[in-house]
């Protein structure tokens, strides 16, 4: 395999390799002869997930480059603002952060650790849409240059070739886990980046594999566009030539409105919690599940062939969605008398 992926520096972040947990119970409510979760939501920086292994590679070309203030953006759950904000404040970086959605009273979730990390945020108040976050972020830049700072500006969701790379690495760790690399691997897809390298990462780890993505923010067409781009700049990182054109499989019809719980991630969510005593969230992970769930009742998956989730985090934005999840309470109130 013609690749230099070791030769990249990179800087110890994440605790890795994540676990690779069989689920039979869940396997058997969705009619599926093996599932694997790959634990990505172990990584260990700041509750985890797996943006861990993306900012492995950024950091380092921060610390590397001299740089002393990291940027980046998201919506107000962001799991990669608050592991960057983390990662930031471990390596002795100041930490700005640009985010946007609705209007908020109370730091929950995500954002509560956000705020732990002493980050100074930029709140885009009704507003998360992509340009508008990038445009803040080189507004910011541009203020802190002329004020004598050197920052790094670390795109929506980490998503660069060089951050997709942690996951042509965590692929590289998946096909020592397994006996057999004919798998169809699950992952979220939303700026690309993890199904990025995800796909890098079979093509010359696990050759055998089907890697499937699922949109939680995208069209079909955007994702594409894009997934391919990073796989380019990450093949030509790694000095890796790409001999076939690569295909890339994946599905929208399984979100709403971004940040939305969908009444389907609600049930998945609950079944895996139920079924296996894993979480999921509501805005990423519980939509995949629930794709998986979908494309398994339409035979899209091959139920005889193992599946693989990648389980990307996402814990802390439970705890945003108090009103929608804790709702179903099972609770005999006993009072003293």
């Known amino acids: 395999m013609n690749h230099s992926l070791n030769k990249i520096q990179t800087i110890k972040l994440a605790s890795i390799p994540t676990p690779l947990d069989e689920a039979e119970r869940l396997a058997d409510k969705i009619g599926l002869s093996q599932l694997f979760i790959k634990r ?17 590679y950024d950091f380092a070309e ?17 799991n990669h603002a608050r592991m960057t904000a983390a990662a930031a404040r471990k390596l002795g970086l100041d930490i700005k952060l640009v985010l946007g959605g609705p209007d908020f009273e109370i730091a929950k979730g995500n954002l509560l650790l956000d705020v732990m990390f002493n980050a100074e ?21 541009k203020e802190l240059l002329s004020e004598g700072r050197k920052p790094f500006v670390i795109p929506i969701g980490g998503s660069t070739g060089l951050g997709a790379l942690g996951y042509v690495k965590a692929i590289e760790e998946l096909s020592v886990q397994l006996e057999n690399n004919k798998v169809q691997i699950i992952v979220g897809v939303g700026s690309c980046g993890t199904l990025a390298g995800t796909i890098l990462g079979a093509r010359i780890f696990m050759p055998n594999a089907r890697v499937i ?6 069209t079909v067409d955007a994702i594409k566009k894009r997934t391919k781009e990073l796989i380019n700049e990450s093949a030509a990182l790694l000095d890796y030539n790409i001999e076939n054109e ?57 139920k005889n062939i193992p599946v693989i989730f990648i389980h990307t985090g996402g814990m802390p934005i439970i705890f945003s969605f108090e009103s929608e999840l804790g709702s179903k309470i099972n609770c005999t109130k006993i009072f003293p008398e």
């Open 62 to 78: 921060i610390i590397n480059g001299g740089y002393d203030v990291v940027i980046t953006a998201g919506g107000i759950q962001s």
């Open 246 to 302: 690569i295909s890339i499989e994946c599905y929208d019809d399984y979100y709403t409105e971004y940040g939305i719980l969908t009444k389907a991630g609600e049930q998945a969510i609950r079944d895996c919690a139920n079924l296996e005593g894993i979480l999921l969230d509501p805005i990423y992970t519980g939509k995949v599940m629930a794709g998986l769930i979908g494309l398994v009742n339409r035979k899209t998956i091959d």
């Open 121 to 141: 945020i930029r709140y885009l108040v009704d507003d998360d849409a992509n340009a508008s976050l990038e445009n803040e972020m080189e507004k910011w830049a």
């Open 40 to 56: 990505d939501d172990l990584t260990g920086l700041a509750g985890g997930g797996n943006k861990a292994r993306k900012l492995e």
């Open 213 to 218: 993505g699922i949109s939680v923010s995208r």
